[in-house]
Every structure is written in structure tokens, then in C-alpha cells.
């Protein structure tokens, strides 16, 4: 697996120390409130976990599941929810939890979602951005790390279901996807 990848781009140190300021300024802009916070899997599932670690107000926590991808490394722009929400989001303060955006497809898609069935506000946290990939205007709330246009793995991010278990993100080496 570590012999795929070309370079390291952030490393678990990094990741780490920014997922604890994300959790800082998250616990103090949600103070005396309870948010519902809700992860988009699979991608955001290391991410929430640590985040979540390092928030300090009660949030109650919701996993939803998108796909707009199949195998390819570029966006469909097709959104299917894979499995729904548990809970309702009516009157609740969500903060949704990405991995990365890049299109932002499916971000607005969720967003719309979410208002449409009534909660009170939508935020967005996303570790990673990909400004130059954007197809809809859409800026998240708070982000982790701006990066630039390549495809990432590693900390949850996936190259067909592979890599998500590195702590670190990495580029993977071009044969990798052309083979
Ligand atoms: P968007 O709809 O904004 O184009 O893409 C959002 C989703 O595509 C992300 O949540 C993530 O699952 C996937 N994605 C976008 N860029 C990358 C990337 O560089 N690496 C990986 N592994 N997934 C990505
Ligand atoms: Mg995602
Ligand atoms: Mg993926």
C-alpha cells in the first residue's frame, strides 16, 4: 500500500494538529448550543471521529451516505443516497462533516436537502478543498486545507475502496489509475 503512493502531501501531524484547531473554534462558534452533526460516509469517517473527540459542547451525531462517483476519480454529478439520515433535521443546527470538496455537487445537493426538510441552519466543515474544481459556487464554512488540483487518498479519502486506512494523505503514483 505505502509503496502506491508518490508523495506525502500532509502529514498525520498536520491532519492532526489542524483537526484539533477545526474542534477549538467549532466548540466555541456552537457554545451553548446542540448541534446535530452529520457525517457523509465513507469518506468523512476518520474525520469525524477525531473531530468530534476534540468538540467540547454535546452534539448528537447522524451518518448519511451519498455516492456521485462509482469508481472514477471525477464527479457524475449524479447524487443517490445510499442510506438516509436516522433522525429528523427539522429545527436542529446541522453541521455536515466532508472529506473534500471539489465540484461541490454534492455538497449543494445535501445542502438543499437538509434546508428542504426544514432544519434551522446548515453548516458545512470539510478537512479538504479543491477551489479550482468547482463546477457550483459553494464555499464551506470552515475547512481544514486548501489543496491543489490532484486526486488524494489516505484519512478516510478512498482510491476504489482502497488507501482510506493511511493516517496521512497522499498522491498516489499516476500507474496506479492508468493500469
Ligand atoms: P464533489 O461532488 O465536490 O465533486 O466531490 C465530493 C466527493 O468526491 C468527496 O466527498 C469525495 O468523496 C470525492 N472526492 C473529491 N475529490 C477527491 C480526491 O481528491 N480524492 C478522493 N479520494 N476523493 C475525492
Ligand atoms: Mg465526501
Ligand atoms: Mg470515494
Redesign the pocket.
Known amino acids: 500500500m505505502q509503496n502506491d503512493i508518490q508523495e506525502v502531501l500532509i502529514s498525520e501531524e498536520e491532519i492532526q494538529s489542524k483537526v484539533k484547531e477545526l474542534g477549538a473554534t467549532l466548540s466555541a462558534d456552537y457554545a451553548n448550543r446542540n448541534p446535530l452533526v452529520i457525517c457523509?460516509l465513507k469518506?468523512?469517517f476518520i474525520f469525524m471521529a477525531d473531530l468530534v473527540k476534540n468538540i467540547t459542547v454535546p452534539v448528537e451525531m447522524d451518518f448519511m451516505a451519498v455516492s456521485?462517483?462509482g469508481a472514477s476519480?471525477k464527479?457524475s454529478g449524479v447524487v443517490k443516497i445510499i442510506k438516509d439520515l436516522d433522525v429528523s433535521v427539522e429545527g436542529r443546527e446541522v453541521l455536515i462533516v466532508?472529506?473534500?470538496?471539489?465540484?461541490?455537487?454534492?455538497?449543494s445537493y445535501l445542502i438543499e436537502l437538509l434546508e428542504n426538510r426544514g432544519a434551522e441552519t446548515v453548516r458545512v466543515v470539510t478537512l479538504f478543498d479543491?477551489p479550482s474544481?468547482r463546477?457550483v459556487e459553494l464555499e464551506a464554512h470552515y475547512t481544514g486545507f486548501d489543496i491543489p488540483d490532484?486526486?488524494?487518498?489516505g484519512y478516510g479519502?478512498?482510491?476504489a475502496e482502497h488507501y482510506r486506512n493511511l493516517p496521512y494523505i497522499g498522491i498516489l503514483k499516476p500507474e496506479i489509475y492508468t493500469s
Open positions: 457523509v469518506g468523512a456521485s462517483y476519480t464527479s466532508e472529506d473534500i470538496i471539489d465540484s461541490g455537487l454534492t455538497l479543491k474544481g463546477k490532484a486526486f488524494i487518498v479519502l478512498d482510491y
